[in-house]
């Protein structure tokens, strides 16, 4: 049996406090103080999480020797032998390896610390829990036993007068156990959270193919796009490298060696980086062939426009305040051209949908920028092309003038998306704050393994209800990088996600998740 | 009181019990009068008449209608209710929408105009939204 995790201890000892505070009886009481009683103090070894971390912070101390000897051959340049295209291929990889490596640091340091506050964090949460948990102990043994039921059917003046007593003496013992839990509870999420992310970005790793070299893997992970901040721009996701291996790895001798030329023949690395992408999207070598036809010898910008439809310009995760409708003014137009990834009809799931697919699959992203030949400039043929393609998926979900349901979103994903990530979807109904809090860790883990996550945000005006559904598509820290098909991405944080503040990525009419479909 | 005699009483009051129930679940819904078409920008009225402004409304789609400056004379009209329908079952569809009734009434003789404001998506922001004005001429004789 699977011990409760920090997030079902919190919310058991909220409910615990909610029916101590409420409890109208002794055995009301009673029984609230043992139910808080029950759940376990927050669990862990601090000294050991720190140990563990400190092993991290020795790794990063050695891995930047190891950047500086890298860097200095960058610097120095390489021997004569070193000529023409494999010199320029040599240069290639080692600057893909320094870059790997001032990440692989920059990851160490990143592990220590998130460790290092994880044991702080849960030392103090121990600290506070053990006089609580002592407090509440002893106001539930000078309350006795319990009441028969005849007793417990009167209570005269003298035994509500000691029944409040213990009532008010309990509460903010048991008040004091909740804080400790939460507190477990955050820097735990927050540890996931961040531990996560720092495994997706040990990237070379996870293209696991037997037939690509080592220097091969590293140009592979480390390869983005031509601006905008590296870490963000990555155009193979973790999960991309792990599904192009396993293609690899089935292809017949024929189809790789057809397949290699196709790659040492790439003009650039992004050029090769998408080819590598249309593989892990599932594409037939046939498929990758045409592709690579339309794709071969154009610059990295062009296939940026062309293939990346969402792709982050700039680092700055804030915020910018807010509009009057709730709204987040810093917003990032999703753009071909001049021309936005966005609905038009009441097509926000099939949208979602079309843009999820189209960062996952670089022939369906190409299809819809560059119509049948991929060289179509048009942004208002685009416009026709991506408003079809949203017609056609929410026809294919059943949508109608009242938009999807829950069902036909699951439809359209298994048959849009499912093919091309590898991930089925699983629809969660998100009742409260604390569900939608427990739920983060799996949703940055999909994210930051290369998988958007679908959400359904709603809210009230007056009986009526309105409905909207947008994408997240990134994770950094405690920030996530959400879509919306109005045309547009935005930074919101995990709090204004857990707490009702999804107006700020649409108004403040949908405010509230009330739903994510999460990839798995 | 003779058989033949309590039978059409009976009727009667079954009648006018049905009445009864027709008229209060009629009343729970306002008047609408007279609605304006998605082209219409003018109407002639009056007084006592009532009259409607209809525009498809979804919040998904990024439509946020309001009644905006400059307001309506309220000598010549008086704004008395605004509602939405919406198809059977939406609450269980994400991405739909429904049809917004403004409803006024005619009372004195006279021209205003009603303005309409539609803040779609985010107004302001030329690249992801757009500000639509829609002006009613209302003429009470």
């Known amino acids: 049996m699977t011990k409760p995790s920090t997030s079902q201890r919190r919310k058991a000892l909220q409910d615990a406090l909610k029916d101590l505070r409420e409890a109208d009886s002794k055995n009301d009481v009673i029984d609230a103080i043992k139910d808080a009683l029950a759940v376990h103090a927050p669990v862990g070894d601090p000294a050991a999480i720190e140990a563990t971390g400190n092993r991290y912070k020795t790794m990063a101390t050695e891995s930047e020797h190891l950047h500086r000897d890298v860097t200095t051959i960058a610097e120095t340049g390489l021997p004569d032998v070193w000529t023409g295209t494999t010199g320029a291929k040599a240069a290639e990889v080692i600057g893909a390896t320094g870059r790997a490596i001032d990440r692989q640091s920059t990851a160490f340091i990143k592990a220590w610390l998130t460790l290092h506050n994880l044991a702080d964090a849960l030392r103090a949460a121990q600290a506070a829990d053990g006089p609580a948990r002592s407090g509440a102990q002893q106001v539930l043994s000078q309350l006795g036993g319990k009441e028969g039921w005849f007793d417990e059917w009167f209570e005269d003046d003298d035994d509500e007068a000691k029944r409040k007593k213990a009532q008010q003496a309990a509460i903010p013992h048991v008040e004091g156990m909740l804080t400790a839990a939460a507190k477990a509870d955050d820097a735990a999420r927050a540890a996931a959270r961040d531990l996560n992310r720092l495994a997706d970005e040990a990237r070379a790793g996870k293209l696991r193919a037997k037939g690509v070299s080592s220097a091969d893997k590293v140009v592979l992970a480390e390869t983005s796009g031509p601006d905008g901040p590296t870490e963000l721009n990555d155009l193979l996701t973790a999960n991309d490298l792990k599904r192009s291996g396993e293609y690899l790895d089935r292809m017949n001798p024929t189809d790789l060696a057809a397949f290699d030329r196709m790659l040492a023949d790439s003009s650039t690395p992004q050029e090769r980086a998408y080819l590598m992408k249309a593989l892990a999207a599932g594409h037939s070598l046939d498929e990758i062939r045409a592709f690579d036809g339309k794709i071969h010898g154009k610059d990295p910008e062009w296939l940026r426009t062309h293939l990346t439809p969402v792709y982050t310009k700039s680092d700055n995760r804030d915020s910018g305040g807010q509009e009057n409708d709730g709204t987040n003014k810093i917003r990032y137009g999703v753009k071909f051209g001049t021309t936005m990834w966005q609905q038009t009809g009441p097509t926000c799931v099939a949208s979602t949908t079309v843009t999820a697919r189209a960062m996952a699959d670089p022939l369906y992203a190409l299809d819809l920028t560059g119509g049948p030949t991929g060289q179509d400039n048009d942004p208002a043929a685009f416009q026709r092309r991506l408003l079809d393609e949203q017609n056609r998926v929410h026809e294919e979900g059943h949508g109608n003038a009242k938009g999807m349901d829950e069902d036909g979103t699951g439809d359209v994903l298994a048959k849009e998306v499912s093919p091309h990530t590898g991930a089925t979807y699983e629809y969660k109904s998100l009742s409260d704050e604390n569900a939608r809090r427990a739920i983060l860790p799996e949703i940055e883990k999909a994210v930051a393994d290369g998988k958007p996550v679908p959400v359904s945000i709603e809210g009230h005006v007056g009986d009526e209800r309105k409905g909207h559904e947008v994408l997240i598509v990134g994770q950094e820290g405690d920030m996530l990088q959400v879509y919306n098909p109005w045309g547009y991405t935005t930074w919101i944080s995990e709090a204004d996600f857990a707490n009702g503040h999804m107006d700020h990525v649409a108004d403040n009419r949908t405010p509230v998740v009330d739903a994510v479909h999460l990839p798995k | ?141």
């Open chain 2, 1 to 141: 009181m003779t058989p033949l005699t309590r039978t059409p009483l009976r009727a009667v009051a079954l009648i006018a019990v049905l009445a009864a129930c027709l008229a209060a679940s009629a009343s729970n819904q306002p008047d609408r009068g007279r609605i304006l078409g998605p082209d219409e920008r003018s109407v002639t009225l009056t007084p006592g008449d009532r009259f409607s402004i209809a525009v498809e409304d979804n919040a998904s789609i990024g439509d946020d209608w309001s009644i905006v400056d400059p307001r309506a004379d309220t000598a010549v009209v008086a704004a008395v209710d605004q509602v939405t329908d919406y198809p059977p079952g939406y609450e269980k569809y994400i991405g739909g929408g429904g049809t917004a009734y403004y409803i006024f009434e005619a009372k004195g003789r006279g021209t205003t105009t009603i303005t309409l404001h539609n803040c779609f998506r985010i107004c302001d922001d030329p690249e992801i939204g757009k500000d639509v004005y829609n002006t009613y001429t209302v003429t009470v004789r």
